[in-house]
């Protein structure tokens, strides 16, 4: 198990074969069904940008925000953060992840999976 109970798999279910589409996910992203979210953060230097975002339910923010706010707090406090890495991994041709695993190393650790599909 990571740090602070990460590790568990958050399930958050539904089906996002359809969202196959740039047009299918801008839509859904209207009516609120799905909600950019960064890759990596801007605050470690992700870029805000297309290349760097990702389309998920908007319940899916708070955990990656959780995550993001605990490294920046490892940073801060002087801790030592090695290996991060973060995989979104897709089922078909859909544009919405089904899974984002995310993992780091050093004085910190976490290894999560948030399955979102």
């Known amino acids: 198990m990571g740090l602070f109970g990460l590790g568990k798999k958050k399930e958050q279910g539904g089906d996002f074969t359809?969202?196959?589409?740039?047009?299918?996910?801008?839509?859904?992203?209207?009516?609120?069904?799905?909600?950019?979210?960064?890759?990596?953060?801007?605050?470690?230097?992700?870029?805000?940008?297309?290349?760097?975002?990702?389309?998920?339910?908007?319940?899916?923010?708070?955990?990656k925000d959780s995550i993001d706010n605990m490294l920046a707090e490892a940073?801060?406090?002087?801790?030592?953060?090695?290996?991060?890495?973060?995989?979104?991994?897709?089922?078909?041709k859909s544009f919405v992840p089904c899974n984002i695993s995310i993992k780091a190393g050093g004085d910190v650790n976490i290894e999560q999976t948030i399955n979102i599909w």
């Open 18 to 63: 359809t969202y196959d589409t740039k047009e299918k996910v801008q839509a859904a992203v209207k009516k609120g069904i799905l909600a950019p979210m960064f890759l990596i953060s801007p605050m470690f230097g992700g870029a805000e940008d297309e290349r760097n975002t990702l389309f998920v339910p908007p319940s899916i923010i708070p955990f």
């Open 75 to 92: 940073l801060e406090s002087g801790k030592n953060v090695q290996g991060f890495s973060i995989k979104p991994q897709y089922k078909g």
